[in-house]
């Protein structure tokens, strides 16, 4: 893919994201900008937030053209990119014999998967096996190509979510009796864990292969855009548990998944925080977002203390336009940082900010 129409400044982007994740814009900031949506308002009165059924694909990529078009004036340090949300999750256990299920989500226009456990007991683990004649493959790799086709040339493919390790062992028996076979039956989670890398494999080479890269990199709802074949793994199973349980049961999955693509990129909730400083230490991490959820303080307001956690890693923050603003008119904002910023009023109030923005050094 050589342009984005839907980006007139998408060589800029790149360029100043190049030097973002290769750790060299320490002392620059970045932001993307959220504007109102008549797309978004659409989806609402179409979804209301509950579960549906599967979309239509060729309906979900006119959505994406409507959404994104609708940010094409933006001269923000966003690249556009559709998400397959519908197999940010599901997908994985779908394809071993797991009931998909689907949530829209009015807030972000998503339609999300799920499974419920599909194992009654570990007894039955050995009884699983993927085919590529399963109906989730087939859609997956159909969905792939109707959004690759709707696509090009006007914007790209993010990757999405890997389900890996212990969230693996999540779809397959549930939370509770995977923190309980931490102690009670390990044996069960190795092979689970190495079964699960196998299939996120699989599934994520056939997103490489079938989906458009931009100039040799992944767009990322995570990151924008970032060099390489750069995948988003999680570690949400490690949020309720200590950092010794990740280093025992969750780098080295992590590390494995890593060292097969070029690297990859994290997301931490507020209860995954005391993780930061261990994660940025596992090799081919590119950068991490940091979420802001009920009952934690929003990163932008701990942001030296994360920063310092983090050294030199680029880091992914959110926070509100007139937050956003005071700050950066204060001079206030920590360097090395992309911060996505909430709730701006219009493009034109973005696009004056930008000068001030690639300007701004610390």
Not at 121 to 131: H, T
Not at 341 to 362: C, E, G, K
Request: proline share 6%; glycine share 6%.
């Amino acid at each position: 893919m050589g342009t984005l129409t839907y980006k007139t400044n998408a060589d800029e982007v790149v360029q100043r994201l190049r030097c973002l994740y290769g750790r060299t814009a320490q002392d620059q900031i970045f932001a993307s900008f959220e504007i109102p949506s008549a797309a978004l308002c659409r989806f609402r009165q179409d979804y209301p937030d509950s579960f549906c059924d599967y979309p239509d694909p060729r309906v979900r990529i006119l959505f994406w053209d409507d959404l994104l078009r609708e940010r094409s004036s933006l001269d923000d340090d966003s690249l556009p990119s559709a998400y397959l949300s519908e197999f940010d999750q599901g997908l994985y256990g779908g394809l071993v014999g797991g009931e998909v299920r689907f949530m829209a989500h009015p807030e972000n226009g998503w339609i999300s998967s799920m499974v419920p456990p599909l194992l009654r007991d570990w007894s039955e683990l050995d009884s699983l096996a993927f085919e590529e004649s399963t109906p989730w493959w087939k859609l997956y790799l159909q969905q792939l190509e109707i959004f690759a086709e709707g696509a090009t040339p006007k914007f790209g493919i993010s990757h999405f979510i890997l389900i890996n390790g212990l969230n693996f062992a999540f779809e397959l028996v549930g939370a509770s009796k995977t923190y309980l076979s931490l102690f009670e039956n390990p044996e069960a989670l190795r092979k689970t864990i190495d079964l699960a890398f196998h299939l996120n494999v699989t599934v994520q080479e056939a997103f490489f292969e079938k989906t458009p890269c931009y100039q040799g990199g992944t767009c990322s709802n995570m990151v924008q855009w970032i060099p390489g074949r750069i995948v988003s793994e999680s570690v949400d199973p490690f949020h309720m548990t200590s950092v010794d349980c990740f280093e025992q049961w969750g780098r080295s999955p992590v590390q494995r998944m890593f060292d097969h693509f070029d690297g990859g990129v994290l997301h931490l909730h507020g209860n995954g925080r005391h993780l930061l400083e261990a994660v940025c230490s596992i090799q081919g991490l590119k950068a991490v977002q940091l979420g802001d959820d009920r009952g934690f303080l929003p990163a932008i307001e701990v942001l030296p203390e994360l920063r310092a956690h983090a050294e030199n890693l680029p880091l992914v923050v959110h926070v509100e336009y007139t937050v956003f603003l005071e700050k950066l008119n204060k001079h206030k904002l920590p360097g090395g940082i992309f911060y996505k910023v909430q709730n701006a009023p219009d493009p034109d109030s973005v696009n004056r900010l930008m000068d001030t923005i690639r300007s701004y050094r610390i």
